[in-house]
């Protein structure tokens, strides 16, 4: 079946260290996101990437890094700069750009990573 | 104050009944509204989309947009406990806009 792979779904991390969240996805879609959920806030949007080597920030990239070396897959590392890493993340695909996040809105999520900083 | 609010419940109803989930929104340069449905502990999934005013409706599920209001509904028609999640909504402006979400909406349905 098609989807978005998160993994893992829960990690826990001490301070200063780096952790990163695989995201795969078998879409064929060519944009992807790095969403972070909060209780009692919205999602907001960390990273994306609209194609193959490219990404952009998001409204809340510091301390987060990306990579896009291949079209299935977008790791997100948290670094030990993320001064509040406690969260539930969520990575996203669109089948384009226009037809997601850049355009009408239409998002494929994963199942998400709760990473919890002990 | 938040671009879009939306009450975050808990809602709880009986099983059966008509279900109104609502969101306002202060941008009226937003013209894609989506509604996403969202199991505990999972991804949510996109429900229900529509584009500028008027009504949408997909089996159980309307979803319903007034512009002059800048008011959003999602109704559920004889709810199940299946249907028990977090319902956000979200919406965006043009194609250089970006997509704005809801705190989301928990529904219970109960036997």
């Known amino acids: 079946d098609g989807g978005i792979t998160q993994s893992p779904k829960y990690l826990f991390r001490k301070e200063g260290q780096n952790v990163t969240l695989s995201c795969e996805q078998n879409?064929?879609?060519?944009?992807m996101y790095w969403y972070r959920q909060d209780p009692g806030q919205g999602l907001r949007l960390i990273y994306y990437?609209?194609?193959?080597?490219?990404?952009q920030k998001g409204d809340i990239a510091e301390g987060y890094s990306v990579s896009r070396e291949k079209k299935e897959s977008f790791p997100l590392t948290v670094t030990s700069a993320q001064k509040n890493p406690t969260a539930f993340y969520l990575c996203?695909?669109?089948?384009?750009?226009?037809?997601?996040?850049?355009?009408?809105?239409?998002?494929?999520f994963g199942e998400g990573s709760r990473l919890t900083v002990l | 104050q938040k671009e879009v609010e939306q009450d975050p419940g808990p809602l709880s109803v009986p099983e059966g009944a008509i279900v109104s989930l609502n969101c306002t929104y202060s941008?009226?340069?937003?013209?894609?509204f989506m509604w996403y449905r969202q199991y505990s502990r999972k991804g949510p999934e996109l429900l229900m989309y529509?584009?500028?005013?008027g009504n949408k409706e997909d089996g159980r599920f309307t979803a319903q947009v007034d512009k002059s209001s800048k008011y959003i509904s999602l109704f559920i028609r004889d709810s199940q406990p299946s249907d028990s999640a977090t319902y956000l909504c979200?919406?965006?402006?043009?194609?250089?806009?970006?997509?704005?979400f809801g705190t989301g909406t928990r529904l219970q349905v109960t036997l």
């Open positions: 996203a695909s669109s089948i384009t750009f226009r037809r997601g996040a850049g355009g009408t809105g239409e998002l494929f």
């Open positions: 879409l064929n879609h060519d944009a």
């Open positions: 990437s609209q194609i193959v080597n490219d990404f």
């Open positions: 941008n009226s340069a937003f013209q894609y």
């Open positions: 529509t584009y500028s005013s």
């Open positions: 979200a919406m965006k402006g043009g194609t250089a806009s970006k997509l704005t």
